[in-house]
């Protein structure tokens, strides 16, 4: 006779779901490509999302970003949660979307089939898991990197097509904008680039130039700070004298895509009168000229050997950049003094970091009191500390290696305080000096 007997509070067994992740890429910033790359990223949450024995990770995107590098971020970190067993399955709408370089294509899928770690292909419908699955992505990834070669040679021959005709590639540049292959005059952005030219040539150094313009929120043209760099480039244009020299880089191959001067390698166009001037011939030559002076007095000054006794360890906490050292005038009748300044500041203004200078002797005297010792040198400090905090004006804090704070306040010495006799008595000598011209200035008055 059968015999049936119900179970109670049976426990289920769970399925175990996929980790799956998605990678998306479009290798241009236009609008169409955000659309597609949205439409990409909307695609794969809901095709992974509709799957119950999937397990959305996360979807991996990078914008802008050519296929045949793999210094990509969004892809350097896919690859580093496959490194952490994050990830069980890759899917990627093509072969073209995860590399167009044979050789990277094959090292990453390799690496991740070593993992364990199955990567879908949808358009070719490749598991490279499965027997064949390398096979065929070796005869389409040499055919993607062959195609990728082809449009870059096509794109490389229209542009010196257009080089052959005087026509320059492309049109970013501050007091310009390039209207049918003709560079066209911005007159508010060209009387910027005449001030930066006359305030070089005045003696100005391209530190301060950058900041006068910071300060005058005049912005660069794309709105982006002004720094020492950007002045130089705007300095060396040559297209502000209304001629063009083209083709003087070129790309060295499709994949690492690396900029080359052109040393004669490939024809270069001059172009004179091509367009409007902005600055006159003898003004740019002359900024030349003045460009190569400072470069040599740079080249001429002496580096420092070793590492100087705060050098990595100041850290600004109004900013977060590193504090530099400097030597500072205080004026003539006041001994040079070496100071510890915010690298914001000094490229750019109090108005972007107002954080303020510390004495160098100041600096010494308190991490003497923090170490208890009288004499060390710039590794006993990286050996001792991880950094050395600057919250405001008047307190630093010690951060150890272990993670231990120490907190300390110091105040700047007045000048009268460090004013030595001799220069008290030149003080004396100029303040009476100063009365008696009163006097006689009175009695000839009278």
């Known amino acids: 006779m059968r015999k049936i007997t119900k179970l109670e509070n049976t426990q289920l067994i769970p399925v175990k779901r996929k980790r799956v992740a998605a990678y998306a890429r479009v290798s241009s910033s236009k609008d169409a490509m955000h659309h597609s790359l949205s439409a990409q990223i909307s695609y794969y949450n809901n095709l992974i999302g509709s799957r119950g024995d999937w397990q959305l990770v996360r979807i991996y995107a990078d914008e802008a970003i050519t296929g045949t590098k793999d210094d990509r971020p969004e892809f350097q970190r896919l690859l580093a949660d496959c490194r952490a067993g994050k990830i069980d399955m890759v899917i990627a709408k093509s072969v073209t979307r995860l590399a167009r370089n044979t050789l990277t294509l094959l090292e990453t899928v390799r690496e991740l089939k070593a993992l364990g770690i199955d990567v879908y292909f949808e358009k070719e419908n490749i598991h490279t898991l499965s027997t064949d ?30 080089f052959e005709k005087g026509i320059p590639n492309n049109g970013y540049l501050l007091g310009y904008r390039l ?18 030219f006359t305030d070089f040539l005045s ?18 043209r794309y709105g982006n700070a002004w720094y020492p760099n950007t002045i130089r480039q705007i300095l060396r244009q040559d297209k502000y004298t209304g001629d063009l020299l083209l083709q003087k880089t070129y790309c060295l191959d499709h994949i690492s895509k690396k900029k080359m001067v052109n040393h004669g390698e490939l024809p270069m166009y001059e172009v004179k009168n091509s367009h409007e001037a902005i600055i006159d011939k003898e003004t740019f030559a002359m900024a030349q000229k003045e460009l190569q002076r400072r470069a040599i007095i740079f080249r001429h000054m002496k580096q420092p050997t070793e590492p100087y006794l705060f050098t990595g360890l100041l850290h600004c906490g109004l900013c977060g950049k590193h504090f530099h050292r400097r030597i500072a005038s205080c004026g003539k009748q006041y001994p040079k003094k070496i100071v510890w300044t915010c690298s914001t500041f000094l490229l750019r203004g109090k108005e972007v970091c107002p954080a303020k200078r510390i004495p160098e002797s100041i600096l010494i005297n308190k991490t003497s009191a923090v170490l208890g010792i009288e004499e060390w040198d710039w590794e006993t400090l990286m050996g001792r500390f991880q950094e050395i905090q600057v919250p405001e004006y008047g307190r630093l804090v010690y951060i150890f290696r272990d993670g231990y704070k120490q907190e300390v306040n110091w105040q700047n010495p007045s000048r009268r305080e460090s004013w030595t006799p001799e220069m008290k008595q030149k003080a004396r000598a100029r303040q009476l000096a100063l009365l008696e011209e009163r006097r006689k200035a009175n009695e000839c008055a009278e």
């Not at 209207?179 to 930066?196: C, D, H, S, T, Y």
């Not at 391209?206 to 929120?217: D, F, P, Q, S, V």
């Open 133 to 162: 699955g390398e096979l065929m992505l070796t005869f389409l990834a040499s055919y993607a990197q062959e195609e990728s070669r082809s449009a870059s040679e096509n794109v490389k021959w229209r542009i010196r097509k257009n």
């Open 179 to 196: 209207r049918n292959g003709v560079f066209q005059v911005v007159p508010e952005e060209a009387k910027v680039v005449k001030l930066i």
């Open 203 to 220: 003696g100005m150094g391209m530190n301060t130039i950058a900041k006068k313009l910071t300060r005058m929120g005049i912005p660069t």
